[in-house]
């Protein structure tokens, strides 16, 4: 192996290691890793320089000058349109580095007499011709013949330590529109536990990322005086996934609560619902949404829609059965001018109705096996004597362990509905 690739390798990894610090920007980053290669000993550079490419203008100016090097006057411009300038800018697009004398007069007016330069960072095209983001101009007190390659290896890792700057601050800027979707979608959700007469009802929502497209809700109907109070309870599932999927159960969010606002029936609400969502959400698919209103009936009838999200599971103690709330409409979104059908059933005293989403009962274990609805039921009725938390937060750590080696992982949501055993007495104040 010969010396100059030992040295080529050594300067390498020192200028990398320069240039692999934390930096706020590239005027950060590129100030930074002259004023290190000046201070170095083990290289030759006593000076160093930092010109901007300036497109609007088509000049280069002066950003930064350091070190044992003849300055010239701060904020000192480049015409691209100069004779001399320009063959010079076309010899750096070619090679990428120089080293040479200067012969321009106006540069030698400037103080620039020996030169070296090395182009860095995004590369512009105007008039068909390259001009570099940014020139890096280095002093030293002779230029032997390596220093050709240090010129090349400090550009070939300040563009590539450049690239890697702005994607960070990329994906900061994502992480952080991440991190305000999550809080706007936390917001949206409801606390976990509500009560309604004699019902107890507990929810919970775990996003498989950040944020995701399942959304629950309660919302209760009193708007008008001559309206009975009820409580609906919401749950859907978007289609898509990630923030797409987010800004969709935002959307369905805001749009049930304004909906139900002026429509009482929920087919009707469905129905409005559905015509919006196909015509805002054209390339995000659909959702699936199943909402029951609890009532005040003496025979606590509950009145539900499912737009084909999964089929609630409703567990009758007296009878020790299951039934199941299937869809009475399709998907909302998928298509325009649909209609819903409205369904009823009825919850005897110590009767549990499960809600949830298809990250519960679709979940995959290692073989791609599903969780299932029946072993949603095993968990029901084997904790029918717990309480709503209990029973959400069972079954949730149940599909856990269940699909903890599966390679495919979805949001999961569940809403249990519980009414009590006992007669509820009324407080009269």
């Known amino acids: 192996m010969s010396q100059k690739f030992i040295n080529q390798k050594q300067i390498y990894k020192l200028v990398d290691e320069i240039a692999s610090k934390e930096f706020t920007d590239e005027y950060h980053l590129l100030t930074n890793l ?4 000046i201070e170095n000993n083990y290289l030759e550079i006593t000076g160093g320089r930092v010109w901007k490419f300036d497109k609007v203008n088509s000049i280069y100016s002066l950003a930064y000058q350091a070190g044992e090097i003849e300055k010239i006057t701060p904020g000192a411009k480049l015409d691209i ?3 001399e300038v320009s063959q010079l800018l076309k010899e750096l697009a070619k090679n990428r580095t120089l080293l040479k004398k200067e012969t ?7 103080g620039i007499e020996l030169y070296s330069m090395s182009g860095v960072g995004y590369v512009y095209k105007l008039e068909q011709k390259k001009y ?9 007190e002779e230029f032997s013949s390596s220093f050709q390659d240090l010129l090349s290896i400090i550009g070939s890792v300040a563009s590539s330590s450049i690239k890697n700057l702005n994607s960070k601050i990329k994906e900061k800027k994502v992480q952080r529109d991440y991190l305000q979707a999550k809080q706007i979608q936390d917001n949206i959700l409801p606390e976990h536990y509500t009560e309604f007469l004699d019902y107890k009802i507990f929810g919970v929502c775990v996003p498989d990322s950040d944020i995701g497209g399942d959304y629950f809700d309660y919302i209760k109907n009193n708007e008008h005086e001559d309206d009975e109070e009820t409580l609906s309870i919401v749950i859907s599932d978007a289609s898509s996934k990630g923030l797409p999927a987010a800004i969709q159960s935002l959307f369905v969010s ?6 139900m606002s002026f429509a009482s029936r929920i087919s009707h609400i469905f129905a409005l619902l559905n015509n919006l969502l196909y015509k805002t959400f054209p390339y995000e698919r659909f959702i699936t949404l199943f909402m029951c209103e609890l009532t005040r009936s003496k025979n606590r009838m509950i009145l539900y829609a499912n737009a084909g999200h999964c089929s609630p599971i409703l567990y009758r103690l007296n009878k020790n059965k299951f039934s199941e709330l299937a869809p009475t409409g399709g998907l909302v979104g998928i298509m325009e001018h649909q209609k819903y059908g409205v369904e009823n059933t ?21 073989n791609d096996n599903m969780f299932g609805e029946e072993r949603i039921k095993d968990v029901i009725k084997k904790y029918k004597d717990s309480s709503p938390k209990e029973i959400a937060y069972i079954l949730l750590e149940e599909v856990e362990k269940f699909s903890i080696k599966s390679k495919y992982n979805d949001d999961k949501t569940i809403v249990v509905i519980k009414r009590d055993k006992k ?3 009324e407080v009269i104040i």
Request: net charge negative.
């Open 34 to 37: 002259v004023n290190e290669l």
């Open 81 to 83: 349109y100069e004779e």
């Open 104 to 110: 321009s007069q106006e540069l030698v007016k400037q």
């Open 132 to 140: 570099y983001e940014y020139i890096l101009g280095f002093s030293a």
């Open 254 to 259: 805001g749009a049930l609560r304004m909906g």
């Open 346 to 366: 009825k919850m005897g005293k110590g009767d549990i109705l499960t809600l949830f989403s298809d990250g519960i009962n679709e979940a995959l274990d290692e």
């Open 423 to 425: 007669k509820r007495k």
